[in-house]
């Protein structure tokens, strides 16, 4: 079996094992807590930011209130889930020159990493995204670099540069840089000589050749089964040159991934591309919650914890009751609208929600709920606490002073109530149609 599923199954049995009771169990935390160490080691992951986001997991298990009608095992994957793409952080944006013409990447990293195939694959996919790219060859130490890097991109019309014979990589690098930005072209790879740590002849050429282009982006190319010592070796790049993001070579079922959270960690740069195959095809943007879902074998990962997000807002299960008999005010509905915004835009709460019988809202519908939370959080608060409780007595006169005092519409108010109205049926439809409804809160109807 191979080291990437082996991190991946050592994870799965780990969470399998954790019960789905509500109750806290200590034991069961810690058990669970022991799985996942003894995973990310296996998997190449730092012994110190094992420990670091072991105890971040624990606590958290341990101390956060389970929501109601979620299993402590849906709220423990969350957690787990949470902890370990907080470390790899957000999804990065699509790759942007943002307006830099050419916009100059340096590649750096040591050798074996897959540098130079890692430089054509790279163009390659940008090219494909719409860019002009070169690259400039200015490895001076590995024989047949260029010639590799022209016959994996002279193929695909992608220029490339170098100056085989001559020892100067630095120069080279200028020269291939200022050729290619004659070109009118997008973007410009610099390809440099693989390099280890304790290496300080080449470490200092990278830093000055750094300093001779002051690249757009510094990437660090990085081997994904090189395991911890991937740390050591990211935290030395960057002290050189600044790194701006990193690229994981060989990410497919041969390699742990570990090493490439090590260096995420260690330098504070994002993953921002992945190698998959030896294909120049085989290349692609990282998704940060893809990697963490197949690790934790959830392909659904989202939905899961979205569901307990939704979960975690706040409303009693009196409140819960309550508005599903149709017995809820005014401000109750919109408190509640306003909980559920905490969580984000309405077009992405509802996107997971799935009610019978009400049909989708298009975006332009949605845009207006949007404006008309706020219209309506005003019209509230110029209410009395009579017609909040029973909007049955709001007659004309009561309907002008509220739009009066909130400054918006009559119409506004009426439209209030009509929505007030709409939502008291829709939630007695939804009691009728055995909506998926937390089970505890269910059983107590």
Known sequence: M??????????????????????????????????????????????????????????????????????????????????????????????????????????????????????????????????????????????????????????????????????????????????????????????????HKEQEGLMDEMRRMEQALKPDEVMLVIDGTIGQTAKQHAEAFNKATKLGSIIVTKLDTSAKGGGALSAVAATGAQIKFIGVGEGIGDFEQFKPSGFIASLLGVPDIEAVVERVKLAEVEMSEEKVKAMLSGRFTLEDMVNQIKELRKMGPLQKILSKLSIPGIPELPAEELEKAEERIKKWTAIIQSMTQDEKTDPGILNDSRIRRIARGAGVSERDVKELIK??????RMMKNMKRAKWKMPKQLMRSM
């Open 419 to 424: 929505n007030y109205q709409m939502t008291k």
């Open 2 to 195: 191979s080291p990437q599923l082996d991190i991946g199954r050592m994870l799965r049995e780990a969470i399998g094992r954790f019960p789905s009771a509500p109750g806290v169990d200590q034991r069961a935390v810690e058990e669970l807590v022991r799985g996942i160490q003894r995973a990310l080691i296996v998997g190449d992951v730092d012994v110190l930011l094992v420990k670091q986001l072991s105890d971040r997991i624990k606590k958290r298990a341990l101390e956060e209130k389970l929501p109601p009608g979620i299993s402590r095992k849906d709220h423990v994957v969350k957690i787990v889930y949470e902890e370990m793409t907080q470390l790899l952080g957000p999804q990065p944006p699509r790759f942007s020159t943002r307006g830099k013409k050419p916009y100059v990447i340096m590649l750096v990293g040591i050798q074996g990493s897959g540098k130079t195939t890692t430089a054509a694959k790279l163009a390659h996919y940008l090219a494909r995204e719409g860019y002009k790219v070169g690259v400039v060859c200015a490895d001076t130490y590995r024989p047949g670099a260029y010639e590799q890097l022209t016959q994996l991109l002279e193929p695909r019309g992608i220029p490339a540069y170098g100056e085989p014979g001559s020892k100067d990589a630095v120069k080279i690098a200028r020269n291939g840089v200022d050729f290619l930005k004659r070109q009118n072209l997008d973007v410009v790879i610099v390809d440099t000589a693989g390099r």
